[in-house]
């Protein structure tokens, strides 16, 4: 009866039943595998968006027919990240608590505060820290490029740049908030070869440095991305859950969040791995195409709270 696991426990009635009689045998211990209490992921309601035109271009009329796309283009356009499959109780946890009130970062600065250069605004202050935690030259705002290089993007993920958003006095129509610019952009998406399927096209040159478009989708972990082939083929990692020294002291050093929810963040964002599956609820950019010579990267952003 040794080397029971804990979270296993013995089924009494089989380990009391006498020794059998054969002396070479011992009593058998049946483990039966403890039920895995899960809770309910916290809601997060998707923000419903008009999705860019779409349109298939083939040479084959009978394949550009709607119905006869492939079933990966039905999908609902949304504008943030909702709670998906398989993310584990702290990530859950985590998320409940980055939707509280007090733990929303956003900054009380009217139109002439200057958030991007107030020492008294709380997303200035924010994203003040993250630029010394991670060496970065400035913190990013409309006078500045974006603070990453291609030689960090292996790193996007765990070097966060925070911006102002809607939920800030100043409604993130200030120079700390450089994402306001992606609704400039224009996209379509369209199909020319089978084999290559749909692609991100855009008919207006983009400035170098500039956000383009946001990754949208549902916040998963292993299980909810492994669920089918589109998953696994769609979703982009968020989190690879290894420790990361400089983010997880730049959370705990955050001036504005409450110390035990920047403990909490620092734990998770060290130990867990997390997707964004854009198949079911997602934006155009799950419609980008792979390239060897990319012109675009990844980088990850705060608005309005860490998770
Ligand atoms: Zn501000
Ligand atoms: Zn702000
Ligand atoms: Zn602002």
């Known amino acids: 009866m040794a080397n029971l696991k804990r979270g296993c426990r013995i089924d009494r009635r089989r380990a009391r039943q006498p020794a059998a009689k054969d002396a070479n045998t011992s009593p058998v211990a049946i483990v039966k595998r403890k039920r895995k209490i899960t809770s309910k992921p916290p809601k997060i309601d998707a923000i419903v968006v008009r999705a860019d035109p779409i349109k298939s271009k083939l040479a ?25 499959e398989g993310c584990s109780e702290a990530v859950k946890d985590c998320v409940k608590n980055g939707l509280k009130p007090k733990n929303k970062l956003h900054c009380g600065c009217g139109p002439r505060d200057r958030c991007e250069e107030n020492v008294n605004c709380a997303c200035y202050q924010a994203a003040k820290s993250l630029q010394k935690a991670f060496n970065h030259a400035s913190i990013w705002t409309s006078d500045n490029d974006l603070p990453f290089n291609k030689e960090q993007f292996d790193k996007f993920h765990c070097e966060p740049v925070v911006q102002c958003g809607p939920e800030c006095r100043c409604k993130g129509r200030c120079k700390l908030n450089v994402l306001k610019k992606m609704d400039e952009h224009e996209f379509i998406i369209e199909r020319h070869d089978v084999n290559k399927g749909f692609a991100v096209y855009t008919q207006k040159d983009i400035k170098k440095g500039s956000p383009i478009m946001s990754f949208n989708g549902a916040l998963s972990g292993y299980s909810g991305v492994c669920k089918d082939e589109e998953s696994e ?40 791995k997390l997707w964004i599956n854009p198949v079911k609820q997602g934006s155009t950019s799950r419609f980008l195409s792979h390239g060897c010579k990319s012109k675009i990267y990844l980088a990850s952003r705060v608005q309005q709270n860490f998770t």
């Open 60 to 84: 084959d009329r009978e394949l550009n027919k709607r119905e006869n796309w492939p079933k990966t283009t039905i999908y609902q356009s949304i504008a943030n990240v909702v709670m998906g």
């Open 233 to 272: 083929q769609y979703s982009i990692v968020l989190m690879d859950g290894k420790p990361e020294a400089d983010l997880a002291k730049a959370l705990a050093d955050l001036p504005n969040i409450d110390k035990q929810y920047s403990e909490q963040l620092k734990k998770t964002y060290a130990g867990s």
